[in-house]
């Protein structure tokens, strides 16, 4: 078991950034691929950002490519997301999400996650 815990959100005006961090507790000493997904009221939950195990593997949503980055310290057992250039539309509660890592795949659908965090609100006003 993995337990996962977000903090850094916030209210932000546009144009601002953020750095969002996720901290892992419990059974770490696995592998674990995780992510960085939201949701914003009345929408599904959507992927934003995944790294892999050892940090080299990353993808991104269309959505934060240039604009977020996702990065890792497994020393830590923390995985941040940095978010620049903030904009309205990016408001939604922020989850990370972990799954053991299978070779080099990072998933990026939220089915495919085990373990989630109980999410982080970011607000970006116009």
């Known amino acids: 078991q993995v337990q996962l815990v977000e903090s850094g959100g916030g209210l932000v005006q546009a144009g601002g950034s953020l750095r969002l961090s996720c901290s892992a507790s419990?059974?770490?000493?696995?592998?674990?691929?995780m992510g960085w997904f939201r949701q914003a009221p009345g929408k599904e939950r959507e992927f934003v950002a995944t790294?892999?195990?050892?940090?080299?593997?990353?993808d991104y949503a269309d959505s934060a490519k240039g604009r977020f980055t996702i990065s890792r310290d497994n020393a830590k057992n923390t995985m941040y997301l940095q978010m620049f250039s903030l904009k309205p539309e990016d408001t939604a509660v922020y989850y990370c999400?972990?799954?053991?890592?299978?070779?080099?795949?990072?998933?990026?659908?939220?089915?495919?996650?085990?373990?989630w965090g109980q999410g982080t609100q970011v607000t970006v006003s116009s």
């Open positions: 999400a972990a799954v053991t890592e299978i070779g080099w795949r990072i998933p990026k659908e939220s089915y495919e996650y085990a373990y």
């Open positions: 790294i892999g195990s050892s940090g080299g593997n990353t």
């Open positions: 419990g059974r770490t000493s696995s592998r674990y691929a």
